[in-house]
């Protein structure tokens, strides 16, 4: 399937488009945060549990870079509603201009006492360029191959969260156990009502 730092930069992905856009989650009504609550918001979605060096995310993400990263969010979930409904054509459309925009482009990193690794980089090394480069850069790297089908968009009623199918069968359905509960109870109540 991915490396694991394209699996990584995917579930950022999943998490800058679950976090930051608009929508319905787990049965409810789902609103992004917005002005000061929106930079608190990526930084708990691209380093959760505030796992983060003084490097790695500025403490205060300025204004300006937390708009970027929520356009980019925005421009990301149109990847992942294409690929779900088949039209790579569209998800290919949406991801290009990010690639542009961003100045995508990878490069071989070494971490201490690890071996070079591929990793991707924005046209500066702001800390929203580059989460979009990479994120960009790993969903094309999913529509470019026949893991396109590995994203997807909760199929549950009332819930439009995205997710990356890391399952062996390609069979994954949901954004959650949350939500495939609520639908599995769902279908329980009709059958004993129809029966």
Not at 65 to 74: F, G, I, P, V
Not at 78 to 85: K, S
Not at 183 to 191: D, E, H, T
Request: proline share 5%; net charge neutral.
């Amino acid at each position: 399937m991915f490396d694991s730092h394209v699996a990584a930069l995917l579930d950022a992905s999943v998490a800058l488009v679950n976090a930051l856009t608009d929508g319905s989650a787990r049965g409810k009504p789902y609103v992004a945060p917005r002005d000061a609550q929106l930079a608190p918001a990526i930084l708990a979605a691209l380093l959760p549990g505030g796992e983060h060096s003084p490097e790695a995310a500025p403490d205060a993400l300025a204004p300006e870079q937390a708009a970027y990263l929520a356009a980019a969010a925005r421009q990301l979930r149109a990847v992942f509603t294409a690929v779900d409904t088949g039209d790579l054509d569209a998800a290919a459309a949406a991801l290009n201009p990010l690639l542009r925009s961003s100045g995508a482009r990878p490069q071989l990193d070494r971490v201490a006492g690890e071996p070079w690794q591929l990793h991707f980089h924005g046209s500066d090394d702001s800390f929203a360029v580059g989460w979009t480069a990479g994120c960009a850069t790993a969903l094309a790297l999913a529509v470019g191959s026949d893991l396109a089908g590995r994203l997807g968009v909760c199929q549950a009623a009332r819930c439009d969260r995205v997710f990356v199918d890391g399952s062996r069968n390609a069979g994954r359905q949901f954004c959650s156990t949350a939500c495939q509960n609520r639908v599995k109870a769902a279908a329980f109540r009709a059958r004993r009502t129809d029966g």
